[in-house]
């Protein structure tokens, strides 16, 4: 179910701010299909999406099977020539050598979903990108393409524990990476004979330093868009789990210790007098697991309304960050029960 039905049958009212144009042209969405390293399929998908059927996804070979004569229809009409907007273009050679030379950086990470995770973190922001300019009726510049590529070129290399704790050293951490992230895009573009007004333009992007204008905004919007669509769900239960919030439940046998050594020492007085001291010693372990579930039982509800109450705070902030076309395309994105609710909590107020 949508967002937005989820919002209505909740009876929650939201705001929508998108241009009735943006919220028409949004029938098209852009999905990247990846599979390997090399392989980056995109398909343009009209209002029948939900009845495609996507039957193989091969590793080897990226090759996707669709049951659905709907579907297809409606790739070939998106990949036709249109009046209802621009359609992109072929990269330049010089763009897409740039554009290789990145995914190249970032194929080298570690950490993986299906691919390097940066990769296609990479690979998602670039296709929000598309889809918010289709929206918006215009063509995406070469600089803007490249700063979505870049936006978290090696990220992993400078992991968050190299900062101390503290939402101070986090902000130090994060205008870091953007400084690095924007002087290897860059450094990249010049061998590739980009001019330094093209540069210059890429490292505001990257810096954020462009927010008030068109392109600024769409890269805004893409970043909450891949947050909200492919993070948000993981992201919750982490949250819960890193925050610290209680420490771990006691040992139920470390309370036991004394009533043990008790019994251990009065092992040579009468049969009549251990086994009442056995029994207690028993019923005394019971009730200390009892306590101890009870306690990380509350514990982990604890955790969970906290972790619950920063992530509506987070969503609250992205919220406030996006522009009408990325709003209404949040609107449309289909989330899960717990997720549609937390995002009608921050859209309250």
């Known amino acids: 179910m949508l967002l937005t039905e989820r919002l209505r049958a909740s009876g929650r009212s939201v705001t929508r701010n998108a241009t009735s144009s943006s919220q028409s042209s949004y029938t ?4 990247c299909l990846y599979t390997d390293t090399s392989v980056s399929s995109l398909a343009l998908v009209g209002s029948s999406w939900s ?3 996507c039957l193989n996804n091969s590793a080897a070979g990226g090759i996707v099977a669709i049951k659905s004569a709907r579907w297809r229809r409606s790739v070939q009409a998106a990949a036709a020539p ?11 050679d010089r763009l897409q050598a740039v554009i290789d030379a990145l995914d190249e950086l970032n194929s080298k990470d570690p950490r993986t979903v299906e691919v390097p995770y940066e990769l296609a973190y990479a690979r998602w922001l670039s296709v929000w990108v598309e889809a918010l300019c289709r929206d918006a009726g215009r063509q995406p510049s070469e600089e803007l393409r490249i700063a979505a590529r870049g936006q978290h070129v090696e990220r992993w290399r400078v992991p968050r524990n190299t900062y101390p704790e503290g939402r101070s050293a986090y902000l130090q951490w994060r205008e870091e990476l953007k400084r690095r992230h924007a002087a290897t895009t860059t450094g990249l573009m010049r061998r590739q004979g980009y001019g330094e007004d ?3 333009r890429v490292e505001q992007l990257i810096l954020k330093r462009a927010l008030r204008e068109a392109e600024g905004q769409i890269l805004e919007d893409a970043l909450c868009l891949v947050f909200l669509e492919r993070q948000f769900a993981d992201f919750l239960p982490k949250l819960a789990h890193g ?3 209680t420490a771990p439940p006691p040992d139920p046998a470390s309370t036991t210790t004394s009533s043990s050594t008790s019994s251990s020492t009065s092992s040579s007085s009468s049969a009549e007098q251990q086994q009442p001291q056995h029994a207690g010693s028993q019923a005394g372990k019971a009730e200390a697991a009892a306590e101890a579930a009870g306690a990380a039982a ?3 509800a604890a955790g969970e309304a906290e972790a619950e109450s ?4 987070i969503l609250r902030k992205s919220w406030g960050k996006m522009g009408p076309l990325g709003r209404a395309a949040a609107l449309r994105l289909p989330l899960g029960p717990r997720e549609a609710e937390l995002v009608g909590r921050a859209l309250a107020g």
């Open 198 to 200: 093209s540069c210059r």
């Open 51 to 53: 009845s495609a059927e």
């Open 298 to 300: 509350g514990a982990a």
């Open 310 to 313: 920063k992530m509506v705070d």
């Open 28 to 31: 098209r969405i852009v999905r």
């Open 82 to 92: 249109s009046d209802n907007g621009p359609q992109s273009q072929p990269a330049s």
């Open 243 to 245: 925050g610290n919030l």
